[in-house]
């Protein structure tokens, strides 16, 4: 089956980095997003990785290892709003995403 | 403002009833999404439609119906509803296989 592990929750301080793991087992691989999703509201698009590397976009990094079929996200000067879920989906060979459960990060001051 | 926009916020509905859920985008995109989210899972894809006219079942199809008349709408039915349908829905919307998938606020269902 298809399946995409990420830690349930992590929890890191102001100010710091915290890096997000997602390791994936999917029907062929055509990309892999991240997504952020604030309670109570609709997850939005952080990054997209197709080649393996860093794609970097201000303080948000995001890796991919394809032959390890793994990725993570780097959260760089954590602020407190960057309290959130982060959502790690991946589309297999039919170009369907299939998506993890989530890892909430809390921020502490 | 551009973006997709689901009604209603949120309904809680007595079993059995039948619901259907709006979807409107006006971002002209060609593929659109249902999905359900519930605590602990991901995302789970209920149907899509790769461009108006067509619809195909995702992972968790049954109990739900869709429809795509037009490029803007796509609504999801639920033609008698269990409580194990008690979930938030979202619809997204992409602009194809590549493409970051935008989402609506989403819809939180109750069935009682």
């Known amino acids: 089956g298809q399946n995409i592990d990420q830690p349930t929750e992590m929890t890191a301080t102001e100010g710091a980095i915290v890096q997000i793991n997602c390791t994936y087992q999917t029907s062929g691989f055509n990309g892999l997003f991240w997504y952020q999703q604030h309670a109570g509201e609709a997850p939005t698009f952080l990054s997209y990785n197709v080649l393996d590397g860093l794609e970097e976009k201000g303080r948000f990094s995001s890796f991919l290892s394809r032959s390890k079929g793994y990725s993570y996200l780097l959260l760089k000067e954590l602020q407190m709003k960057d309290s959130a879920s982060y959502l790690c989906?991946?589309?297999?060979?039919?170009?369907?995403?299939?998506w993890g459960a989530g890892t909430k990060l809390i921020i502490k001051p | 403002i551009a973006g997709i926009t689901q009604a209603p916020t949120s309904q809680i509905l007595a079993a059995g009833r039948r619901m259907t859920l709006r979807c409107t985008q006006d971002m002209r995109h060609n593929a659109m999404y249902w999905y359900r989210q519930d605590l602990g899972l991901g995302l789970r894809l209920i149907h899509y439609s790769n461009t108006a006219g067509t619809t195909g079942k995702g992972e968790v199809p049954d109990g739900y119906s869709v429809s795509r008349a037009n490029t803007d709408d796509f609504p999801l039915t639920l033609a008698s509803a269990v409580p194990s349908q008690t979930s938030v829905y979202f619809c997204?919307?992409?602009?194809?296989?590549?493409?970051?998938?935008?989402f609506g606020n989403g819809t939180r269902l109750t069935v009682t």
């Open positions: 989906a991946v589309r297999d060979s039919n170009y369907q995403l299939i």
């Open positions: 997204a919307s992409s602009e194809g296989d590549n493409s970051p998938l935008h």
